[in-house]
Every structure is written in C-alpha cells, then in structure tokens.
C-alpha cells in the first residue's frame, strides 16, 4: 500500500485506506509475523519512494495497531471507533507542534499566507467593489484558523468509520469475528448531550463577533460538532422510520444526503434524542 502512494492516479485511493492492511495483518497474525511483513516492505518503499513516504506509513501504523489490538479483544465498534478517532486526532495535532519545532514550518501562517494571497490575486478594486476589505480577510482567517480542531475531529472520525467498515470486512474472511457496529435504526445518542448543546449554542449567541478567547473558539467548534452529532441521529431517525414502515432501503440513504448539508435538519436528531417520538411511528403488536 505505500508504494501505491508514488502512483499518481493510485496515490489518494491508497491513502484512503491506509490503515487496512496494517489492521488485516496485525490482526491475524502474531506481533513477529507482522513486523517480518511490515518491515520489508518499508525497506523497499524507503527506497523507491523515499523517506516521505514512511513518515506517512509511520502515522497510520500506531492507530492501525491500536484497532487490530481492538479486534483480537473483541472490543465493541463503538469503542474501537472513539479511541482510534482520539490517535489519529492526537497525531493530526502531534503534527502540527512536529511541523513547527522541528522543520520550522508552520501549517497555520502557511494558511494564512495562502489566503491572504488567494483575495490579493483577485484585485484590490474588484474586492472593494465587492464590499470586501482587509478585515474581512483577516475575519476569515482567523475563523479558519479557529475551526481547525473541528475539522480534525471530523477528518478523524470518517477516516475511522471508513478503516473500520473495511478492515472488519477483511477480518471477517479471515475468520475473527469482529463486532459490527449498531444498525443505523438502532442509534441512540444520550440525552445529556441535547443540555450540552443548548448551554453551548446560548453561549455562541452572547458571545461577541470576533472573540477570540478559548472559551469562543470552543463554543465555536462544540456547536458545529454537536450539529453533526445529531445529524447523525437524525439519519439513525430516518432508517428506524424506514424500517418500521417498510420502505426501500434506498430511501433513508437519499434522505441522509441533505441531512449531512443542511445544519437546520439536525434538529431532528435533537428532537428525537430528547424526545421519545420514535413511539409514534413503531407498529402496533
């Protein structure tokens, strides 16, 4: 797999599912087996694609190892999910602090040079004509900047559901029984959760345009977070509604697309989380 990521047409697909066959190898075979696996193939790698390309391998091999150690246990997806989306978080934000110690290169004034760069490409007198000034430029900045630890958590998490939903696969034909993750109809979210939203969006409504505190910049991440959240359960929503109503199972999928785009929908997921509506649409026994 990492020498797929030379190839350029094969190198995105390859990253995508990185971790699989580390989870696959580390999983039905013993700590020994694998490292005589492991290493060759870096050893070629290093040399055909260079140092780059083990650094990368190096990132997804600690959580990969974590999720096959997970499997051999039997632990639940949920819990195999949660604690691998925690490293790989863990490592997005090890490299940023690396990045700059150790290279002198910082992600974050990169970006801001980028941006700074992309609205000065576009002319002063056409941005002013748009009503867009240099502060609106450092605004946007700065919300980038801010809403990074979100989009780490999100990149975490879906990278994941994905190396789970195809490492258990592979599992599975070798013979370890791995858990499954709960069926969508059966997701439950806990209510406190519904309480922690409300004080954290009341929060995001006092607190002043361009607060830049931490208690700002974590309301400013928690809120678009728990909105996701309950996206989630709102899609859960639908394919219990589904189930008891015998639709197509095409039809929650299709339903699930504008739940994930448009935020108000997420409520759904509130509402159903605080309240038991669902009784209103199981069958009569």
């Known amino acids: 797999m990492l020498?797929?990521?030379a190839v350029p047409v094969l190198n995105f697909p390859a990253l995508l599912f990185m971790m699989v066959p580390y989870v696959a190898l580390y999983t039905t075979l013993s700590r020994g087996a694998f490292l005589l696996h492991l290493v060759p193939v870096w050893i070629l790698a290093g040399l055909i694609a260079g140092p780059g390309v083990l650094i990368i391998g190096l990132f997804f091999l600690v959580p990969s190892i974590a999720m096959g150690h997970l499997y051999r246990k039997g632990a639940p997806a949920a819990k195999v999910i949660r604690i691998v989306t925690l490293i790989l978080l863990a490592q997005l934000m090890l490299e940023l602090l690396l990045f700059e110690m150790i290279l002198d290169l910082s992600l974050l004034d990169e970006m801001s040079r980028t941006i700074r760069s992309?609205?000065?490409s576009l002319g002063t007198e056409y941005?002013?004509?748009a009503g867009w000034s240099d502060e609106h430029t450092e605004l946007l900045i700065q919300t980038v900047i801010h809403m990074i630890p979100l989009t780490f958590i999100i990149m975490s998490?879906?990278?994941?559901?994905?190396?789970?939903?195809?490492?258990?696969?592979?599992?599975?034909?070798?013979g370890?029984?791995?858990?499954?993750?709960?069926q969508a109809k059966d997701w439950r979210l806990p209510r406190v959760l519904v309480i922690y939203y409300l004080i954290a969006y009341v929060i995001d409504l006092v607190l002043k345009a361009g607060d830049d505190s931490f208690l700002a910049v974590a309301v400013m991440n928690l809120v678009p977070l728990l909105s996701y959240v309950f996206a989630i359960q709102a899609i859960g929503f639908f394919f219990f509604i589904a189930h008891e109503r015998g639709w197509n199972k095409a039809v929650p999928v299709l339903i699930a697309i504008p739940v994930l785009?448009?935020?108000?929908?997420?409520?759904?997921?509130?509402?159903?989380?605080?309240?038991p509506i669902r009784k209103s649409f199981t069958k009569s026994k």
């Open 261 to 275: 785009l448009i935020q108000p929908l997420s409520l759904i997921g509130v509402l159903d989380t605080a309240f």
């Open 118 to 120: 992309t609205f000065e």
């Open 157 to 174: 998490f879906v990278y994941a559901v994905l190396s789970h939903y195809v490492a258990r696969r592979v599992a599975l034909k070798s």
């Open 176 to 182: 370890i029984d791995v858990p499954a993750f709960p």
């Open 127 to 129: 941005m002013t004509a």
């Open 3 to 5: 020498l797929l990521l």
